[in-house]
C-alpha cells in the first residue's frame, strides 16, 4: 500500500459518496500485473476518498464517513506513526506540513518506479523460464529420438541376422527354413514400428502363432525315424 495517502489521509475533511462501495478489489492473486491492477484500483478509491472529504471540510459527519472508507483500503499505523503526525498536528507548523507532502510525492514516485522495474523483472522472468522449458521440451524430445533409434537399430540387426540366415539356408535348398526365418526377420525388424502402435500387442501375437504354425508345419512333414521302410520288389 502507497504510505503518502496516509500521511494525506490526516489532513482531511470529507464527504459520503453518492454510490455505495461495496466490490472490494478483488481477490488475492500470486501474478504481479493482476497484483499491481488491485493496488492501483485500492490507492484511486483512497485517493478519491481523500480528495472529497477535503472538498467537504465544513461538513465533520462527511468527513468522518469518508475517512472511514478511506482507512479501511490501509493497514493500521503504529504507535510511532501515530504519536508522530500528532505531533505535528500540535505544532501546526506548514512548513512541515510542506515538507511532509514532498516527502510523500517523492516516496510514491520511488515505490511507481520500483514497481514498474519489478514488473519488467517479471516478464523477463517470464520468458526465460518459457525459454528454458521449451528447450527441456527439446531435449526430452530428443532423448526419446535416440532412444526409438537405438531400439530401432538393434531390432534391425536382428532381423538382418534372421535374413542371412535365410539367404544361407536357401542356398542350401531348406526352402522352408529360409522362408521360416526371413518371417521371423520381417517379423523382428517390424516389431520397434508396432511398439507405439495400438495394434502392437496383436501384432506380436500373430507373429508368435505364424512362427509356431510354421514350425509345427515343418515338424509334422519330416519322416518319423522308425516307420518301416518299404523294399523294393525285385
Not at 74 to 101: C, F, G, I, S, T
Not at 130 to 159: C, H, M, P, W, Y
Request: net charge neutral.
Amino acid at each position: 500500500m502507497r504510505l503518502p495517502l496516509v500521511i494525506a489521509l490526516l489532513a482531511l475533511t470529507g464527504c459520503s459518496t453518492t454510490t455505495p462501495d461495496t466490490t472490494g478489489t478483488g481477490t488475492p492473486s500470486a501474478d504481479l500485473g493482476t497484483l499491481g491492477t488491485q493496488i492501483d484500483k485500492s490507492d484511486q478509491r483512497v485517493a478519491a476518498a481523500v480528495t472529497v472529504a477535503r472538498e467537504n471540510a465544513d461538513k465533520p459527519d462527511v468527513v468522518k464517513a469518508e475517512t472511514g472508507v478511506a482507512l479501511a483500503y490501509l493497514p493500521k499505523p503504529d504507535a510511532q506513526a501515530l504519536d508522530y503526525v500528532r505531533n505535528r498536528v500540535a505544532r501546526a507548523n506548514p512548513e512541515e506540513y510542506k515538507r511532509a507532502e514532498d516527502a510523500g510525492r517523492k516516496l510514491l514516485a520511488v515505490i511507481d518506479a520500483n514497481f514498474a522495474k519489478a514488473e519488467a523483472d517479471a516478464l523477463k522472468n517470464k520468458a526465460a523460464l518459457d525459454n528454458a522449458n521449451r528447450q527441456i521440451t527439446a531435449l526430452k524430445a530428443e532423448v526419446e529420438s535416440v532412444r526409438t533409434e537405438g531400439i530401432r537399430n538393434a531390432f534391425a540387426v536382428g532381423a538382418g541376422i534372421c535374413f542371412l540366415a535365410a539367404l544361407a539356408m536357401g542356398l542350401l535348398g531348406q526352402y522352408l527354413r529360409a522362408s521360416v526365418a526371413f518371417l521371423v526377420g520381417a517379423g523382428i525388424g517390424g516389431l520397434p514400428y508396432l511398439f507405439a502402435s495400438p495394434y502392437f500387442l496383436p501384432g506380436v501375437g500373430g507373429l508368435v502363432l505364424l512362427v509356431v504354425a510354421l514350425v509345427w508345419l515343418h515338424i509334422r512333414k519330416r519322416p518319423c525315424p522308425d516307420a518301416p521302410q518299404e523294399t523294393p520288389q525285385g
